[in-house]
């Protein structure tokens, strides 16, 4: 997003900071409310407003509630070689998710492989997050979260699944190679987004009142209809990972999270691979780079368009964003400045 008419431009430093003390706030420690406020900021900064700037007010509006608790540590369930199941107490997602990736690289340190199944815990914003925090550790990384049912099954009109975000990251070079998707086709946040400033999206995401597929986010909000990526195959993705979801973590299942007043309570999966244990790990990044070289040598279907890999947007972003300020939605913010 670059800036437009409605957008301020608000320094890294000066967003994590105001985050910092709204969450302390909120009956944060200092350490806690500093390693969630830089997660929120990381966020804004990569371009996924979405589920940084955008999603903060909700975040402050749920542990007010009472659905995030601040004091809440995660805790050890179950224990099965490198597999573990963990409670996450309905303790911030964010740090939820981040000791449970850490816990997943610890165990791959051990096994090669390390899987920590998450119950009972909260959104865990963006969940690109995790994967570029693994990636640049050197482990590949793959995680997937179910959550509030908002997407209708393929052929009905009704919600039942969730849109259920996967990731799946791999070191590159001083970096990494990061997919994050929701299976709609657009995430609920980008469409909130896209309303909120007038915007048509670039493809179809869901369908009108009448059925028809649009572009129109608004309509597509209006009739709770997002469509799901691949139609049919994006539906059955999602009905998997909610289902996986459920026995590796033995937490709640997306039809009982959505008969709760709020989403919370999810149930994600964290999985982490230690490239260096396995051959040859030594030319795993001229691998990539050869990958890489044939994917962009792809002939364009437009002469001015890009041809990017998953997450390469991000980095120029950063750049950007880190240079000249994050853009922010001046009602956004507006709200931010009153918690």
Avoid at 101 to 125: E, K, P
């Amino acid at each position: 997003m670059m800036p437009g008419k409605e957008d301020i431009l608000v320094p890294y430093a000066d967003m994590k900071k105001i985050f910092s003390e709204i969450l302390l706030k909120q009956g944060f420690t200092e350490d806690k409310a500093g390693q969630c406020a830089e997660i929120f900021t990381a966020s804004s900064a990569d371009g996924v407003y979405t589920h940084g700037v955008n999603r903060f007010p909700t975040f402050v509006s749920y542990i007010k509630k009472g659905y995030v608790k601040p004091a809440a540590e995660p805790s050890l369930k179950n224990s099965s070689g490198s597999m573990e199941q963990w409670d996450g107490n309905l303790g911030p997602g964010p740090l939820n998710a981040i000791a449970a990736t850490d816990r997943a690289m610890q165990l791959a340190d051990q096994s090669g492989i390390g899987c920590v199944a998450l119950s009972n815990t909260n959104h865990w914003m963006r969940g690109g997050t995790y994967g570029w925090y693994a990636a640049k550790k050197g482990y590949a990384f793959i995680g997937f979260t179910n959550t509030i049912a908002n997407m209708p099954v393929w052929g009905g009109k009704d919600k039942k699944l969730g849109n259920n975000p996967l990731i799946i990251a791999i070191p590159y070079k001083k970096e990494a190679i990061v997919l994050d998707m929701a299976m709609s086709q657009y995430s609920i946040g980008s469409l909130q987004q896209a309303k909120m400033k007038g915007e048509r999206l670039a493809v179809n995401g869901g369908f009108d009142a009448d059925g028809n597929l649009t572009n129109d986010p608004a309509a597509i909000i209006g009739s709770k209809r997002p469509l799901p990526v691949g139609y049919w195959k994006g539906a059955g993705m999602a009905l998997l990972l909610d289902m996986l979801a459920v026995l590796l973590s033995g937490g709640l299942a997306t039809h009982e999270i959505s008969s709760k007043q709020a989403e919370y309570g999810l149930s994600q999966v964290f999985i982490a691979i230690d490239l260096s244990k396995l051959h040859p790990a030594s030319s795993m990044n001229n691998i990539l780079e050869a990958i890489i070289l044939d994917y962009h040598s792809a002939e364009k279907a437009d002469a001015d368009g890009r041809i990017l890999y998953p997450g390469e947007r991000i980095l120029a972003t950063r750049k950007r964003n880190l240079e000249k300020g994050i853009p922010v939605l001046r009602a956004v913010w507006e709200e931010i400045g009153a918690l």
